[in-house]
């Protein structure tokens, strides 16, 4: 490699997470690669480490989602738990109370894309069983 770019970064970010992903993995935590920045020469990114209970959950957002989870008409019980939306299946990943048209976050079920909805539209949807 001569200099970094976009296109040989994101060859290499792809390798990057899947270290991080077996290290995490290792020690029983969650590691995610964060924002960056980049030059011809070198190339920086932040590195977050989450604790991660016995189902994979972020401990810090189920804290996150017991305390602020009120303020939008949901129960402590529903993170983690699972909503129909457009025939696709979410599940709820935690809650962010700075973004109040969107606060809820979760993970579509099928691909783990994450996704953010209003708290009305969770709290109206069909819960899985």
Same mark, same amino acid.
């Given at each position: 490699?001569?200099?970094? =770019?976009?296109?040989? *970064?994101?060859?290499?970010? !792809?390798? %990057? &997470? ?8 290792? #020690? ?34 189920? =804290?996150?989602?017991? *305390?602020?989870?009120?303020? !939008?008409? %949901? &129960? ?8 129909? #939306? ?44």
């Amino acid at each position: 490699m001569k200099q970094f =770019d976009r296109a040989n *970064l994101k060859a290499l970010e !792809f390798d %990057l &997470e899947r270290v991080l992903a077996a290290v995490g993995a290792k #020690h029983g935590i969650k590691i995610e690669r964060k924002s960056g920045r980049f030059s011809a020469s070198q190339f920086s990114f932040m590195v977050e480490a989450q604790i991660i209970d016995e189902s994979g959950a972020s401990v810090a957002e189920k =804290d996150k989602w017991d *305390l602020y989870c009120g303020m !939008f008409g %949901l &129960e402590k019980d529903q993170f983690g738990t699972i909503f129909y #939306h457009s025939r696709d299946a979410y599940e709820i990943t935690g809650v962010n109370p700075r973004a109040p048209k969107f606060p809820i976050n979760a993970k579509r079920v099928s691909d783990g894309r994450l996704m953010r909805f209003q708290a009305g539209s969770v709290r109206s949807r069909k819960l899985a069983a």
